[in-house]
């Protein structure tokens, strides 16, 4: 998987795609997300600044790939229900967004979203659809199975399980631990099922995510 599409030329050398990655969390967590630059990467990954922005767009998005996904994500290995396919991505989620650096970094990327429009839809349209699309993936095959009464907005699902773990981690700072994790992805099959309960028969009831 790749953070940004390389464009002609030379193939990437993974093996450097994976030094930036780990200087960066390195960073983050010895100076934190508002202390870390660029150069402080390159520099102690031994890397020159034009490799990595030939990777990211910016010093967010580096750090984002770094600390919680790249934009493509792995197929979700299907377990047969909605409930196992939920409790799978939460889980993958946790290991990542509940480490020293992805606490380091999450409240001041929030910051800097909010401050910077352009930089906020780069994220929406790649990091945040590739998350939908992971639900809508995971919803389509509940469907299919007949386990929902039909389809839910990804956006909605996203918020009911991933909103609430960045809740508990970054906003209460609860210690999330399996159980925490496992009530919350049994509290979302059950939110999700009663969407799909209360827009049965409603056409219009359970709106796609509009295109960006």
Same mark, same amino acid.
């Given at each position: 998987?790749?953070?940004?599409?390389?464009q002609?030329?030379?193939?990437?050398? *993974?093996?450097?795609?994976?030094?930036?990655l780990?200087?960066?969390?390195?960073?983050?967590?010895?100076?934190?997300?508002?202390?870390?630059?660029?150069?402080?990467?390159?520099?102690?990954?031994?890397?020159?600044?034009?490799?990595?922005?030939?990777?990211?767009?910016?010093?967010?998005?580096?750090a984002?790939?770094?600390?919680?996904?790249?934009? *493509?994500?792995?197929?979700?290995?299907?377990?047969g *229900?909605?409930?196992?396919?939920?409790?799978?991505?939460?889980?993958?989620?946790?290991a990542?967004?509940?480490?020293?650096?992805?606490r380091q970094?999450?409240?001041?990327?929030?910051?800097?979203?909010?401050?910077?429009?352009?930089?906020? *839809?780069?994220?929406?349209?790649?990091?945040?659809?590739?998350?939908?699309?992971?639900?809508?993936?995971?919803?389509?095959?509940?469907?299919?199975?007949?386990?929902?009464?039909g389809?839910?907005?990804?956006a909605?699902?996203?918020?009911l399980?991933?909103?609430?773990?960045?809740s508990a981690?970054?906003?209460?700072?609860?210690?999330?631990?399996?159980?925490?994790?496992?009530?919350?992805?049994?509290a979302?099959?059950?939110?999700?099922?009663?969407?799909?309960?209360?827009?049965?028969?409603?056409?219009?009831?359970?709106?796609?995510?509009?295109?960006?």
């Amino acid at each position: 998987m790749a953070a940004r599409k390389q464009q002609g030329g030379r193939p990437r050398d *993974s093996r450097v795609d994976e030094k930036i990655l780990r200087t960066a969390r390195e960073l983050i967590d010895e100076v934190g997300y508002p202390a870390l630059t660029v150069d402080q990467v390159a520099a102690r990954a031994g890397v020159g600044k034009a490799a990595i922005y030939r990777r990211y767009g910016s010093k967010a998005e580096m750090a984002f790939v770094a600390t919680m996904h790249e934009q *493509s994500l792995p197929p979700w290995a299907g377990t047969g *229900s909605l409930h196992g396919d939920l409790l799978a991505l939460v889980r993958t989620y946790h290991a990542r967004m509940a480490a020293p650096a992805a606490r380091q970094l999450a409240p001041a990327l929030i910051s800097e979203l909010a401050a910077n429009p352009e930089l906020d *839809s780069r994220f929406q349209d790649t990091f945040m659809a590739a998350e939908q699309a992971g639900f809508a993936e995971i919803i389509e095959q509940a469907v299919a199975r007949g386990e929902l009464s039909g389809p839910v907005d990804p956006a909605m699902a996203h918020v009911l399980l991933l909103g609430s773990l960045a809740s508990a981690l970054y906003i209460l700072n609860l210690p999330v631990d399996d159980a925490m994790v496992t009530d919350l992805a049994t509290a979302a099959t059950a939110g999700i099922t009663a969407l799909a309960d209360r827009h049965r028969g409603d056409p219009g009831g359970a709106a796609e995510t509009p295109a960006r």
